[in-house]
Structure formats: C-alpha cells, structure tokens
C-alpha cells in the first residue's frame, strides 16, 4: 500500500483533522509506513487560523517541498504564550471548518488543531524558549515576551510534528530570523524556509487582522507598503540608508490615522539598525497602528553605493 500521490488535476480533499497528540501520532506514523518514495518529506506549515492567501501560499510550497508522496501538515493553534496585556488573544478570529475547506485547495494532508490545555497540559509552562537580544528589541521592545511565547511553541510544534522542513513567511521577518537562530543555536533537525509575502492588488500586506480594518481605515493603511517602497527605491538610487529611513518615515508622517511604533532599517540576519554607511543587502521593517489594529510590513532592500559621493548622508537625514 503507498500513499496516494497528489495531482493537480484531483479533486479537492479535505485533510484529516487531529486535536490530540495520540491521533497526531497516528496520522504521522500511518503516512511513514507508506511512503513511496525515501525523497517524500514531511512539511509542516504553523499557523493561528483565520487562513488567507498567503498562508495557502505556505500549503502550496509545503506540498512541493514535501514532494508528491510527501506529508503536508498544517498546525492551528491560537497560542497564548504569544499575546500580551490588552492584545486581541479573546477576539482573534476562529473559524476552523473555513480554515480546513480552504486547506484541501491547497494540499494540506493533516490538520493539527490542538487545544491550549494539549499544548500545555500543565498550564503556562515554567520553561520557556528564550529570544535572547532578538526578542529584545523592535517587536520585543512594543511587545516584550511576544517572541519568547512564539519560540516556545514553534519548539513544542516542531517536536510533535518532527518535519523536515517547516515554513514561515516573511511578512514576520523578525519572527523569522529568530526561528533560524533557535534552529540554529540549539541544533534542531529541520529546514527552515522562507515564503515571500502575498500581497493584495493594493499592496497591502495579507493578514488575518485586516479584516479588523474599516474600508477607511484601509485605505491609511497603504502607507506601509507605500513607505517600504518608496525607501527600497531610495536605496537602489545610492542615496544612503538615512535616505532610505527619511524616504520612508516621511510618508509615515504624513499618512492619516496612522500611528507609527517602529520604522528601521537592519541587518537581516541580526535586525540590529544598520549604520549611515552602510552598503548592501538590509531589511526596512515598519510596525504601525491604523485605528485599533496594530499592522507590520517589511521589505528588502540593497542599498547601493553612491556613484559620485556627492550626496551627504547627512543632509539625507536632515529631511526626517
């Protein structure tokens, strides 16, 4: 007996849907025993619910990472850990049967949608994943503990799913870089990959909090992907990265209802700031407020040399 391969041309499914550790274990150990190829992997796609567009994305990459005999497993899960004081943890929008119809579109095999008291029988754990300075600074700073929380859980669900590749998108670029430092430093057995970020006709980056958005209010909210853009063309002109930062922000500024937390300009692989002189590859990363919703963005840059030197980076930041 193999495991049915995935066609384009197949009708739809819908994928098996688990809420506890012991069913999980079955729906993974029935598709390993199998199995028809040893190059079929498992690819697993973390996920809160109230899926869009872009989380299909991450199915549909899933399922050609995972290759046609692989298994696809998708984990929704509302965690906790990862909300604040105040945050919309109650009011975050479930909806589970949307969630798993849209899934078998897309090649979802497996949904895991356990329930708080299955991720943590205990309760709040005692031991908790550490951040460290990643979680320390711009969405750490506005929300301390946020990337410890999502740590913590992207661990446990790495060790009940055990893939071999898990994928997250980019739009949450921080809570990607610190995903690859835990895979890193603490010597995980899996292939971490990033998917671009989907966007809609309008630029806007897909989130499940914009449905939170009045059609106003949407509307102010265009003044994030504007400004990243707008930075990103400044950098490919050799204006410098305080250029690049005065470019963006003043868009920010002048936007109505729109609250800005944190623009910056960093590192990719560290998110520290980048200095006035820095050249190459960096990531312009936005968190904002539009009436009650709190919006993030980022987008990458390279920031190009100036040909002639003539431009001062200092009169580029100045403008700010």
């Known amino acids: 007996m193999t495991a049915p391969a995935h066609d ?10 688990v809420e506890t550790r012991s069913r999980l274990q079955d729906a993974m150990a029935t598709w390993a025993l199998t199995a028809p190829e040893v190059t079929d992997r498992r690819a697993v796609v973390m996920t809160m619910g109230a899926l869009h567009e872009g989380h299909l994305d991450l ?11 692989g298994q696809v497993l998708v984990t929704i899960f509302v965690n906790p850990l990862q909300f604040g004081a105040g945050e919309d943890l109650d009011s975050y929008p479930r909806d589970l049967e949307r969630d798993v119809a849209l899934l078998a579109g897309a090649g979802a095999d497996v949904v895991y949608a356990p329930t708080p008291d299955v991720v943590y029988p205990d309760g709040d754990p005692i031991v908790r994943v550490s951040a460290g300075r990643i979680g320390e600074v711009l969405e750490g700073a506005f929300r301390p503990g946020h990337l410890d929380g999502v740590l913590t859980v992207v661990l446990k669900l790495l060790h009940a799913t055990r893939p071999d590749v898990a994928l997250f998108g980019q739009k949450d670029a921080q809570q990607l870089l610190a995903v690859r430092r835990m895979v890193r430093d603490l010597d995980l057995d899996v292939e971490i990959v990033g998917v671009p970020t989907r966007r809609a006709e309008d630029g806007l980056a897909l989130s499940s909090r914009n449905a939170y958005l009045s059609d106003a ?88 040399a100036p040909s002639d030197g003539s431009e001062t980076l200092g009169q580029e930041a100045s403008r700010d």
């Open 59 to 69: 199915v549909r990459r899933a399922r050609a990472e995972a290759g046609p005999g």
């Open 217 to 304: 209010e949407r509307r102010s909210a265009l003044a994030l992907s504007r400004a990243l853009r707008a930075g990103a063309e400044r950098a490919a002109d050799g204006a410098g990265a305080a250029a690049v930062r005065a470019t963006a922000s003043g868009i920010l500024n002048e936007a109505t209802d729109v609250v800005v937390d944190y623009l910056a300009l960093v590192d990719p692989d560290t998110v520290e700031e980048v200095p006035a002189e820095h050249t190459g590859p960096a990531l312009l990363l936005v968190a904002a407020r539009v009436g009650t919703t709190r919006l993030i963005d980022n987008q990458a840059v390279d920031v190009v």
């Open 8 to 17: 384009a041309h197949d009708e739809p499914r819908l994928p098996v849907v």
